[in-house]
Structures are given as C-alpha cells and as structure tokens.
C-alpha cells in the first residue's frame, strides 16, 4: 500500500524567512509525485508534478525536488500570500489513475 | 475556462434526508473522482469514475453512492446522510494517467 508523509505538520515562519516541506513516499513504482497549495474551505490548486529522482522544478518563491524517497518543497523569501496548505500526493503502479495523498502542511508566514 | 463546477458551495440538512451533491467538467476528462476531507485525516477518496457507466469504490465508500450517465458529470448522493458525514467533499477529475487532478471548489456540508 502506498503511503505519504509530510512533515512538519505546521510550520510558521517570518516573512523572508526561508524553509522546506518534506514529503516522504512508500510506493511500488512511482509515476509521479504532485504538489498541490490549498487555501482555506477551497480545493486543491495544482503546483508541480516531479517524474523521477533528480528532477526539480520551480515556480516564483517555490521550488521542488525529488530522490528516490523524498521530495521537498522550498520555500525561499516566503510573503504573507504564500500562507496555506500543501499537500504531497504519488501516483504509482500500472498507469494507475488514483493518486494517495499526504494530509498536508500548513504554512504560516508572518509581516 | 477549464473547470470543475460544484454545487452547491454549503448545505445544511437534517439526519436521513437525500441529498445530492453535483459536479461537472467541461474538460472532457473520462476519469472523476470524489473526496472528503477532515481535520487531521487529509483527503480521502470516496468512489471514483474510469468512464461513462464505470464506477468502483474508493477508500471511504460507506453511505455514498454516485452515477456517471454522462461524461461530463459525476453527482454525490447520500441517501441518508448522518452527522459522520459532516465534511469537506471535493469533486476532481483527471485528463490522464499521470497527470494532476483538477479539483472543484468544495462544498461544505453539515448534517445535523
């Protein structure tokens, strides 16, 4: 069974204050790994997708990572805006179509 | 704009009355999927939809049940709703494998 970890399960930091998320997977042949950011009573919105260990990619103040076992999600400079949760989620097996999700991070940045 | 619509946003009903929850993607995906989500159990996948017709369990299926008539839309029913379903759904479908999930704006519903 799949499995996802994400940690911490809070993190506050000061504005500018940078910092990573972990997300730590158990799977049986990863197709890909999702960042999703969620803001409050709202639905997930898409980040990243990562395909393989060594990948990276960025977007503004986010940057994320893969190994074999983890991915992080950098943070570097965080504002205000970037407060929120964000989940982790795998996508293994056969061309499967079902994602299993970590239960999230949330993240607080103060002025 | 590629969407997926939920309705209604919030609903507040009473112990064992039907109630039903639509969705629809004007994206043309096959595969649809519910969720619900809770304080300290993240996202947890209730039923989901391969294609029109074809529709398996997810993780929490109890006291659900969903349809897929048409591609486009994937409705949430709850025949009898009870205060544990008391939630956060979330509506989402996917273009292909591998690929991210498109979620709806939720619907918050409290059963009481």
Sequence with gaps: EDQVTQSPEALRLQEGESSSLNCSYTVSGLRGLFWYRQDPGKGPEFLFTLYSAGEEKEKERLKATLTKKESFLHITAPKPEDSATYLCAVSSGAGSYQLTFGKGTKLSVIP | ?112
């Design chain 2, 1 to 112: 704009e590629a969407q997926v619509t939920q309705n209604p946003r919030y609903l507040i009903t009473v112990t064992g009355k039907k109630l039903t929850v639509t969705c629809s993607q004007n994206m043309n995906h096959e595969y649809m999927s519910w969720y619900r989500q809770d304080p300290g159990l993240g996202l947890r996948q209730i039923y989901y939809s391969m294609n029109v017709e074809v529709t398996d369990k997810g993780d929490v299926p109890e006291g659900y049940k969903v349809s897929r008539k048409e591609k486009r839309n994937f409705p949430l029913i709850l025949e009898s709703p009870s205060p544990n379903q008391t939630s956060l759904y979330f509506c989402a479908s996917i273009r292909e494998r591998v690929s991210p999930l498109h979620f709806g704006n939720g619907t918050r519903l409290t059963v009481t």
